[in-house]
């Protein structure tokens, strides 16, 4: 049974910081891994896929990794900003269909 | 175009009640799924149609069940509503045996059992 784990469950860090979010997952055989956002009260928005074939996967700020061997993303937020303040999920899929796997979330505070 | 749409987006019902919630998927997409969003269970899978057939479904009681029309469109019902059930209820749309298939959510539909 696929766990997918996020560490850690929070953190803060001052503006112009880089972050660093990781997820963990104990079932390698994955059909892509998604990374979300969601804003308080909201829904999620997607914000990087990798398939299981890739290694990493850029959009502006943001990088993700997949290390599928070793069951791990990492995503990267560079010169995080007070609007990045969110909750950050990653979730896996074992197949082409819809059902995903997620991790508990990573609640991020940028100060200013 | 028009993202995932779901109506409604806030209720209130009263144990023992049955709510019906919808989700509009994003225009072209046939796969539907939901799922139950609560502080202490975190995003949890409920189920996933796809061509009006249940593809997929997550460990739920039978009191929460879903239908999806021929236009993709697609409705979950709980009934005999319990204080439990209060949470965001997301709906989610994708394509399907695409390689980059991203899966894209709705604003998601908040129940409050009371």
């Known amino acids: 049974k696929q766990e997918v784990t996020q560490i850690p469950a929070a953190l803060s860090v001052p503006e112009g910081e880089n972050l660093v979010l990781n997820c963990s997952f104990t079932d390698s055989a994955i059909y892509n891994l998604q990374w979300f956002r969601q804003d308080p009260g909201k829904g999620l928005t997607s914000l990087l896929l990798?398939?299981?074939?890739?290694r990493e996967q850029t959009s502006g700020r943001l990088n993700a990794s997949l290390d599928k061997s070793s069951g791990r993303s990492t995503l990267y937020i560079a010169a995080s900003q007070p609007g990045d303040s969110a909750t950050y999920l990653c979730a896996v899929r074992g197949d082409s269909w819809g059902k995903l796997q997620f991790g508990a979330g990573t609640q991020v505070v940028v100060t200013p | 175009k028009a993202g995932v749409t779901q109506t409604p987006r806030y209720l209130i019902k009263t144990r023992g009640q049955q709510v019906t919630l919808s989700c509009s998927p994003i225009?072209?997409?046939?796969?539907v799924s939901w799922y139950q969003q609560t502080p202490g269970q975190g995003l949890q899978f409920l189920f996933e149609y796809f061509s009006e057939t249940q593809r997929n479904k997550g460990n739920f009681p039978g009191r929460f069940s879903g239908r999806q029309f021929s236009n993709s469109r697609s409705e979950m019902n709980v009934s005999t509503l319990e204080l439990g059930d209060s949470a965001l209820y997301l709906c989610a749309s994708s394509l399907v045996g695409q390689s980059g298939n991203t899966i894209y959510f709705g604003e998601g539909s908040w129940l409050t059992v009371v």
């Open positions: 225009s072209g997409h046939r796969s």
């Open positions: 990798i398939q299981s074939s890739q």
